[in-house]
């Protein structure tokens, strides 16, 4: 067996799941991250220029400008929000579809009835808990992974073509990979493990520019994007005396500072750096709920956190959710109060 439970029987499964499909679709979790468009990406790319197949990728939403940068020009990219038609023409159509990044269908949101109701054989690749794998003739799956596009790394490795050999992916394949493995680690500090360092070195030596996939994460934000991450810190963070942090970000922050989807990315996490803090919590208001991050440090449960309050899951430091008024506060003025109850919950 080769590494995080890759198996034989299952390779061979999905290299025959690959050589017979003709239109393949590739999909990820709604709110596309860098994980789930860097895995993406990498299989297009992989089954478009190693295999000659009609791949494209098809998102329940566009990614984020932040981002977008990371699906190259040469994978065909559909997404349900600005382009629905196609997106369910494409998949009616397909005969072979395959998740990434996500456990489920549902987590596709308003394409996970058209994936459901297609016929075509299913293939998954994800590290969330609780993998929906009765829907999937193949899956890989396993929660101890850096990442989708670590995961899927050791996939391809293991197919016949690549034979074990970083360098015969393509070059935007690679590139990908360690992109979507760099955004989930965020820089090597989470979830790392010894086969999420083997995979940077053998793609560094197949020539992937780690300086320049840097630089397009971490180099290219908006000064507004800066701005509103010191302002949230200094005004708005609450530390209870618990030790959870948490920052409501609410409309009107979010307005004035003109901040877009993906730009408060990375804002959940600095908390953590203060010591007392166990647990952190960012809130973003949208039209009826708020959408909430978790972190924590090992020994406290993010994941229980999510479940327990936010009718969320995910990873067990790292979760998310969302908490909705009227059903679970009176309205948005009401979360810091909620948040000091979950606190006393979740870390006394
Ligand atoms: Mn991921």
């Not at 701005?227 to 963070?237: D, F, P």
């Not at 790292?318 to 948040?339: C, M, N, R, T, V």
Request: charged residues 25%.
């Amino acid at each position: 067996m080769a590494l995080y439970g890759i198996e034989t029987e299952s390779i061979r499964a999905f290299d025959a799941l690959l050589e017979s499909g003709r239109t393949v679709t590739v999909t990820a979790h709604t709110h596309p991250d860098g994980d789930a468009l860097g895995s993406v990406s990498a299989l297009v790319a992989y089954l478009r220029e190693r295999r000659g197949k009609d791949a494209a990728a098809v998102l329940p939403d566009s990614p984020a400008a932040t981002v977008r940068f990371i699906v190259p020009d040469s994978v065909p990219l559909l997404c349900h929000d600005t382009d629905p038609e196609a997106c369910l023409a494409r998949i009616a159509a397909s005969d072979l579809v395959i998740l990434l990044d996500a456990n489920g269908f549902s987590r596709t949101e308003g394409l996970q009835e058209a994936f459901e109701a297609s016929p075509a054989p299913k293939a998954l690749i994800d590290h969330h808990v609780g993998p929906d794998t009765d829907r999937f003739r193949v899956a890989f799956s396993t929660p101890d992974v850096s990442s989708a596009s670590e995961l899927l790394y050791y996939v391809l490795l293991e197919l016949p073509d690549i034979g074990g050999d970083a360098r015969r992916l393509p070059a935007d394949a690679a590139r990908a990979l360690l992109t979507g493995m760099t955004t989930d680690t965020n820089n090597f500090a989470n979830s790392v493990y010894p086969g999420t360092f083997r995979m940077a070195a053998e793609l560094l030596a197949a020539g992937v520019d780690r300086d320049a996939v840097l630089a397009d994460l971490y180099n290219r934000y908006r000064e507004n994007r800066v701005r509103v991450m010191g302002y949230l810190q200094y005004e708005k963070l609450r530390i209870t005396p618990e030790g959870l942090a948490f920052i409501v970000a609410t409309r009107d922050i979010l307005e004035r500072f003109d901040v877009d989807e993906g730009e408060t990315e990375g804002l959940v996490n600095i908390p953590l750096s203060i010591d007392r803090v166990k647990m952190s919590i960012l809130l973003k208001e949208e039209k009826d709920h708020f959408r909430v991050s978790i972190r924590s440090k090992k020994g406290f449960s993010a994941r229980a956190c999510a479940m327990a309050h936010f009718h969320g899951g995910g990873h067990e430091n790292a979760s998310g959710g969302k908490l909705w008024w009227p059903a679970d506060i009176p309205g948005p003025e009401a979360a810091d109060a909620y948040l000091e109850q979950v606190s006393r919950a979740c870390l006394s």
